[in-house]
């Protein structure tokens, strides 16, 4: 078992000193590949091997004091520098999860798990099986986590399906990604739905034939029934922010960028990098179907300190629903149900008029687009803005998912200079169905990775957790292999559209803090730069180009962030 004496980082002074040999070091420092994923001649590659550039980093309070060989460190000791052998674990700049929830962990505590199941019979099972494990909400029977891709809205159980089982109990469900949850009679008694509710913008009360609540809610309707749940305090929402931080930095995430912040979670945010006690950093994206919260910050303007544990620059909307329950908008129907194109635009909360206000504001904004339709107009959306002002370009806007794109689209990414900001895990856990959704040629452009970088667009990688698993070598397998868990189809999915193993990398490291505009204090390992690092039992570069399928046997030894050791993986 490798040791690692990292323990005594976590009580250093502010003006500590901390030296770390013994390792392999990418510091990520040289330019990056060309756009068919060769290094550059300045890369530390050669014969198809990685050596790394360094193997000892010095850090002095939160920021990298040295970084190179192992001498030259040892000179920096002092008699009350820290000391750790690294024992030849590999050191990369921080992980980065750009689009990310990990509140949804602290909120899911108490909650049955769903992850995983497919069928409506197997969830109603595990929800009998394990209803003596929901605790977080009285005597509701809450669950997370079906999958939502394998099960569109037909296939979900219902609430007379679940009534069944639960007769007096309210049972209330929700799936990986939010876009589809489902309750019982019960519930919908309590929450006040009846035939006569209307269903909320950007969302769906479904009925059945007789016009009656069937119990399936799509999208914002699901709010119906969460705003019934005991409310939460403002301490509630303080422990559960600080729990998905702590889960972050566990996984070697240094930062995540939170896509969707609402005011209860901004304010817990706040408290914690006040009271200095936040694990990772947070670059909050506002939720902007709250417009009210909008406007107060539209008056502030963003923070744009670049070094700060948590930062408010930007913006995430809503264009369209998601391709596993039809709800992405497509420019032609969809080829398993015709007739049908996905919904989009008012009807899914996107307010135009007030997110072009944030942005001429200053904030950077993130739009949610998923389907081809949906992704082009958001091209003509961004189109429009920057030509009535063109400084607005300069904000680095993002499209959050793009995940399926028109061929004759990928060039007005980079021609508007709008970033991708992507989760190979999506690709990963949609390849079962997503090409019954878009038929053989429209699956072309659909998680294409490759062609946006042959299009010179800038990619940043993500989770989207808890949607799906945020484990960064699984991502990160996923980008270079397109395979799933099951380590399938062999040969990949689509392999032409699979990433080097730097580009998967820079991915998550240095082209993340690109999108969030910290590129100049974080995302490589350089003297001056802040000290977020993460520390990994495997050479990923290394194992990526040589033996993919070993990136499973890979683990976080340790994440630092802002010179604070914040997890210590090694069982010593």
Known sequence: MLVLTLSACTKQAPDSRIIITNAKVYTLNWQDPDLEGNPHSSAPFSDGSWMPDAEAIVIEGNSILFVGDESTALTYQTSSSQMVDAQGGTIIPGLVDSHAHPYYFGEDLGKIDLTGLDNKQAIIDRLIEKQDES?????????????????????????????????????????????????????????GITSETVSPVGGEIMKDTDGNPNGIFTNNAAELVEETLPARTAKDFRRIALHGMEVMAESGYTAFHDAGTNRDYLNAYQELEAEGISPVRVYAMLQATDSTLLKEWMKRGPETETGELFTVRAVKAYYDGSLGIRGAKLLDDYSDMPGHLGISGEDYGFDESLVQDMMEAGFQLGIHAIGDAGNRDMLNFYDRVFDENPEIRLNRHRIEHAQVVHPEDFGRFADLELIASMEPPHMAE?????????????????????????????????????????????????????KNKDRR?????????????????????????????????????????RADLTILSIDVLNIGEQNPDSLWNGKILGTIVDGRLVFNGVKN
């Open 430 to 482: 949609d390849m079962g169905w997503a090409e019954d959704r878009l038929g053989s040629e429209r699956i072309q452009g659909a998680y294409a990775w490759r062609t946006f970088r042959r299009n010179g667009v800038p990619l940043t990688f993500n989770s989207d957790l808890t949607g799906s698993d945020h484990n960064f070598f699984y991502g990160y397998y996923a980008a270079i292999t397109r």
């Open 135 to 191: 605790t977080a909400a009285g005597d509701w029977i809450l669950g997370f986590g079906y999958d939502e891709g394998a099960m569109s809205t037909e296939l979900l159980p219902t609430a007379e399906d679940l009534s069944q089982a639960f007769p007096d109990r309210p049972v209330f469900i929700i799936g990986t990604h939010g876009f589809t949850a489902v309750a019982n009679y019960e519930a919908m008694k309590r929450a």
């Open 489 to 529: 189809p062999n040969g990949g999915w689509y392999p032409e559209q699979a990433l080097s193993p730097e580009e998967a990398l820079r991915a998550y490291t240095s082209w993340s803090a690109y999108a969030a505009f910290q590129e100049d204090v974080l995302g490589t390992i350089e003297v001056g730069k």
